[in-house]
Every structure is written in C-alpha cells, then in structure tokens.
C-alpha cells in the first residue's frame, strides 16, 4: 500500500513556540491531504483539508491563524501550530490521496506527539 | 453533517472467537472505510466498501454495507491478540470517523 511519512515523531517545546510538522507522501502524489488531531481515548477529528497548490479549507471551529497548512508540492504538507499552548497538546495525523475523488483511499501517517509544556 | 455512531465502544474477547463491530451512519452512505489503530499510532487501511451489498474479506477479517440501513458491520473470525487496537470506521469525502471500537483479545 502507498506510504506516508511524518515528522517528528514526537515533539516537546515550550509554550509560545511555534512547531512544525512535516506529512509526506513517499511513493505517490497527494493531490489532497487531511491534519486530523486526535486526544487520548477519542477519535480523529478533522481540523483541515488541503489541495495542493491552494489554500487550505478549514474545519469549523478551527484557527486558520493558528495551524497554519501549506500545501506546497504533490508530496509535502506542512501543518506550523503558531504561538503553542498546553492546550494544543494532542496527536497529530495526516493522510493523503492520490485524487480529488473521495472514492480514492486515504492513506495515513503515524502520527505527530505534541506536548506543550 | 454526517456522524457515524459505533458499537460496542470497547470489547474484550476470548482468543479464537468470533466477533462483530457495528458502523451506524446519520445519513446515506455512500462508501465507508475501516481502519485500525494502534493507541499512539497511525491508521492502517483495511478495506473500503462502495456498493450496497458488498462484502470484501482480508485475511480473517469480514465487512459488509448495508446502505439501506445505512450501516456497516465489520466481523472477525477466530481472533488473535495481532487483532487487538482499536476499530475505526470513516465514511465522506473528508473523512469522517465513528468514536472507534477498542478490541482487546485475551489469549
């Protein structure tokens, strides 16, 4: 199956910092790819959709100013947390897919730990 | 907006039994995906269901769409401990997920 990457792993930075996480796709171009973050013991929520090439489509209830997405190539999403706090603590997902067509599989990342301290 | 309701939230199984995850959808569905995840990890893709009706298999593990009842069921036939993480069904075009199912199997 189609791979994807993310970078770091984990991640540990003082509160007011800005982190950036990198969500690659390795053996096919994404043209979309998703940040989903994730609290322990629930679900994926969706923070936003990107298409490379323009700008991200925001999920309600989630700061554009602070996740800041960019969709810069068919193999590379970078999701910046501005100005982290505790509260943004979390793990962090990324996926992507070949096409615009929601019948293609979204392939997933292993994660992103976040830990505002 | 869609929301998909699974059940049971949590199982504990008997190594070598059978068992059933349940996928409800608020709306049509149109496709639905099943994932599974290890606590602190990615989503591993298990299979993807299109058509009402359709049922698709890999290795021991069973999911059918029921798109008249708007639901999904995913079955595992004599489990093992490798089955245990948690269960997550998705469904829309951005994917939408269900509260996950946590499996454990006891050997």
């Known amino acids: 199956g189609a791979v994807v990457s993310q970078h770091p792993s984990r991640v540990i930075c003082k509160s007011g910092t800005s982190v950036k996480i990198e969500c690659r796709s390795l053996?096919?171009?994404?043209?979309?790819m998703f940040w989903y973050r994730q609290f322990p013991k629930q679900s994926l929520m969706l923070m936003a959709t990107?298409?490379?090439?323009?700008?991200?489509?925001?999920e309600q209830g989630v700061e554009k100013d602070k996740f800041l997405i960019n969709h810069a190539s068919l193999t590379l999403s970078t999701l910046t947390v501005t100005s982290a706090h505790p509260e943004d603590s979390s793990f962090y997902i990324c996926s992507a897919r070949a096409s615009g067509d929601w019948a293609d599989t979204q392939y997933f990342g292993p994660g992103t730990r976040l830990t505002v301290l | 907006s869609q929301e998909l309701e699974q059940s049971p939230q949590s199982l504990i199984v008997q190594e070598g039994k059978n068992l059933t995850i349940n996928c409800t959808s608020s709306?049509?569905?149109?496709?639905l995906y099943w994932y599974k995840q290890k606590y602190g990890e990615g989503l591993i893709f298990l299979m993807m269901?299109?058509?009402?009706?359709e049922e698709k298999s890999h290795e021991k593990i069973t999911a059918k769409l029921d798109e008249k009842k708007q639901q999904s069921s995913l079955h595992i036939t004599a489990s093992q401990p490798s089955h245990a993480g948690i269960y997550l069904c998705g469904a829309g075009g951005k994917l939408i997920f269900g509260q996950g199912t946590e499996l454990s199997v006891k050997p």
């Open positions: 990107s298409n490379e090439g323009s700008k991200a489509t925001y």
């Open positions: 269901l299109q058509k009402g009706g």
């Open positions: 709306k049509t569905l149109y496709g």
């Open positions: 053996d096919f171009q994404a043209t979309t």
